[in-house]
């Protein structure tokens, strides 16, 4: 484990500790909140049986969305306290998962072709190159599996609600991949809709939309679509989060495909 894993994952332990929102196990779920949660834009169909990776997607969440629909759910992520939070979110179902402690960027421990699905969480703006975590998930998916990544959109890191200066949103940072050394870092734990606490965040760091959708294409995945995060009122005031999804989504999906 390279030193800028070891600081993330004592980071999201100490996260995980704090309660961050990424870290609440999912224990009100039924089957359809599971799959609109997994699956909003009807890309998987039914998986019942089929083998899910959750790609560094600890937390207690996507896991038992997946179990919960007939999966068969392994979940990998390299901080011990949000598997810890799977584990717990599994007992309350009464189901099951494979829960492996690792590295996204090193899936040797799984043999080729092992998965159906791979759901990777917004977990690839905390290493730097993405480039060996898509060899690994290329290596694992099954000719016909599907891959969903949700990664930080890299025209707007580091750009807050705050950032607005009357007319627009600053743009606090180059376009490109590398690391992004942000404003605050400090990450907001927000519980019953106020402030509780502030805990340092990982290190992050930025991958263009070149990067990774020629990267996908380059290992032969066909791409099914993409969507950004807008927001839910685009005509909230101004200074307000909702306000500045509008003008800069944060957040960007893709669902590949490996060709069959």
């Known amino acids: 484990m390279d030193e800028i894993t070891r600081y993330n994952q004592e980071r999201w332990n100490a996260l995980v500790q704090a309660n961050i929102e990424w870290s609440r196990p999912a224990l009100d779920l039924t089957p ?4 609109l ?19 560094a997607s600890g937390g207690g969440q996507q896991s038992v969305a997946f179990a919960l629909l007939g999966a068969q759910v392994t979940v990998l992520d390299f901080s011990e306290h949000q598997l810890e939070r799977d584990r717990q ?3 309350h179902y ?16 799984f043999g080729r072709a092992a998965f159906d699905v791979i759901w990777h969480a917004y977990s690839i703006n905390f290493v730097p190159d993405s480039r060996p975590v898509f060899d690994q998930v290329a290596r694992v998916l099954r000719p016909g599996g599907l891959y969903r990544i949700e990664w930080h959109n890299p025209f707007s890191m ?22 992004v050394i942000p404003e605050d870092p400090e990450w907001e734990i ?27 294409i380059g290992r032969g995945f066909i791409l099914k679509g993409m969507w950004e995060e807008r927001s839910r009122d685009p005509e909230s005031a101004p200074g ?21």
């Open 32 to 35: 359809e909140p599971a799959r």
């Open 37 to 55: 949660a997994v699956d909003p834009f009807d890309i998987m169909g039914d998986v019942q049986g089929r083998t899910v990776l959750c790609l």
């Open 89 to 91: 979110a599994l007992e």
């Open 94 to 109: 009464g189901l099951q998962a494979r829960l492996v402690q690792g590295d996204m960027r090193d899936l040797s421990q």
């Open 158 to 179: 580091d750009t807050y609600e705050t950032h607005w200066t009357g007319e627009g949103y600053l743009l606090k940072h180059r376009y490109g991949d590398g690391e």
């Open 190 to 216: 927000w519980e019953e809709g106020r402030l509780a606490r502030k805990v340092a965040g990982p290190r992050i760091f930025s991958h263009s939309l070149s990067t990774v959708v020629n990267g996908l």
């Open 240 to 260: 307000t989060w909702e306000h500045l999804k509008a003008f800069a989504p944060p957040w960007l999906t893709i669902w590949a495909q490996v060709q069959p």
